[in-house]
């Protein structure tokens, strides 16, 4: 199963000037190839008589997917400077194209290498980065009689309550981080003298700012 892993919420866009030539950065999530590759085709269309469009993109738990494109710049100083940002910051899923127009004045290699990583690093700041952490979400079943004792210990705890259900007795859902499962099944054990049932129904990410 997948590890918590760093990525950017949704989309960004920054841009600086160099030396005449605007570097424009667009970020988004991407989750699969075609994701990314559409995003890309999106932002060529937009910005269409644009010098270029270079893009990378680094997607799957273990970085299985990753390409990086110069978009017709000197090879390896534009999509490769771009990859390396994301891989440096540790961030998954997430696909990046930096736009050009050209200025008229040449910046070199070593130019182009800063430029295009510089920009990508505004256009990741402008998107914020989220932290995803694996969650088991919970569910407690008790008797009406556990009720306000129950709520309140879950409320003043660091557990995320999500919502509670008043059936023929009260389903607590409960967000818990995957490593405080069985901590968490203990402690509510424990609080209702054995009077719950606890069961997992399913595990999922959840968000949280960095």
């Not at 999530?29 to 937009?46: C, G, T, V, Y």
């Not at 968490?184 to 049932?197: C, D, P, R, V």
Request: some cysteine; hydrophobic content about 35%; charged content about 25%.
């Amino acid at each position: 199963m997948r590890e918590n892993y760093l990525t950017i919420p949704s989309t960004g866009t920054n841009e600086l000037i160099i030396s005449k030539s605007r570097f424009i950065a667009h970020c988004s999530r991407a989750e699969s190839e075609d994701e990314a590759l559409d995003f890309i085709l999106k932002i060529k269309k937009e910005h269409s008589s644009a010098t270029h469009n270079c893009s990378a993109y680094l997607i799957g738990e273990h970085d299985q997917i990753q390409k990086a494109n110069d978009d017709g710049e000197p090879s390896g100083t534009a999509g490769v400077p771009m990859l390396e940002v994301l891989k440096k910051q540790g961030l998954k899923d997430i696909v990046v194209v930096v736009t050009r127009y050209f200025g008229g004045i040449k910046l070199g290699a070593g130019g182009l290498v800063r430029a295009y990583g510089k920009a990508t690093t505004l256009g990741i700041e402008a998107a914020g980065i989220v932290e995803c952490r694996l969650h088991a979400l919970i569910k407690i079943s008790v008797d009406y009689t556990l009720l306000g004792k129950l709520e309140h210990e879950i409320r003043n705890s660091d557990y995320l309550l999500d919502r509670i259900e008043y059936l023929e007795g009260v389903d607590f859902s409960v967000n818990v981080e995957r490593e405080s499962v069985e901590r968490f099944s203990e402690w509510i054990t424990n609080l209702t003298s054995g009077q719950s049932t606890i069961t997992v129904e399913k595990y999922h990410f959840l968000e949280f700012e960095k």
